[in-house]
């Protein structure tokens, strides 16, 4: 069955048909998970936190203005659903022992050079999201990995789009530091 448009399923479900909501979930939910996850960091919570998001929209989809897209909205209530959660748990972040030391340890019977070094990579990019706060993580998320614009960003977040910029950029920053540092220390394990 063709998916007939956010819109069409939202009217359903307000007018009754509760069935039409795993249409809109079918739809977004790997997205949503993926915003959930990079902001978590665990397989097992990020689908906790994409189901309690996905629930909190159900409930409250009478609430749903229809002034932006429903995947916008939705990705508001999956962003301060995880960062809601990551701010009570208050988790820890990975140390550099937890991190593979070279791309050699990537370079398995049936992977080329190319594809380890590329594995090794972003491994890297993995490491530094997690050791960043949950906010920058989920800009970096929206941004980077869903590709979405400061605009649509600004919808999500409710932070303003040159907040955005400045916050993108601080998080990139650290970012870069944080991959130079492991860099280092790889270079120090080796000698």
């Avoid at 960062?83 to 009570?88: A, D, E």
Wanted: charged fraction near 30%; hydrophobic fraction near 40%.
């Amino acid at each position: 069955m063709d998916y007939k448009g956010d819109i069409f399923y939202i009217e359903l479900i307000l007018a009754g048909n509760s069935n039409a909501f795993r249409y809109l979930v079918d739809q977004h939910k790997n997205k949503a998970y993926n915003l959930a996850f990079r902001i978590c960091g665990k397989h097992e919570e990020a689908e906790e936190l994409t189901q309690d998001s996905f629930l909190k929209a159900y409930r409250s989809l009478a609430n749903f203005k229809m002034n932006s897209s429903f995947a916008t909205w939705l990705y508001r209530i999956v962003y301060n659903t995880a960062i809601s959660h990551v701010r009570v748990k208050k988790k820890g972040v990975l140390s550099l022992e937890d991190f593979p030391a070279d791309a050699k340890d990537f370079a398995g019977i049936n992977i080329s050079e190319e594809e380890a070094e590329r594995d090794y990579r972003n491994s890297l990019i993995n490491f530094a999201l997690q050791k960043i706060n949950e906010e920058e993580r989920g800009l970096i998320t929206l941004y980077y990995y869903e590709e979405l614009s400061t605009e649509e960003i600004s919808a999500i977040c409710g932070i303003s789009k040159s907040n955005i910029k400045v916050k993108l950029f601080r998080a990139r920053q650290k970012m870069q530091e944080i991959i130079e540092n492991a860099e280092k220390k790889k270079l120090i394990y080796h000698e």
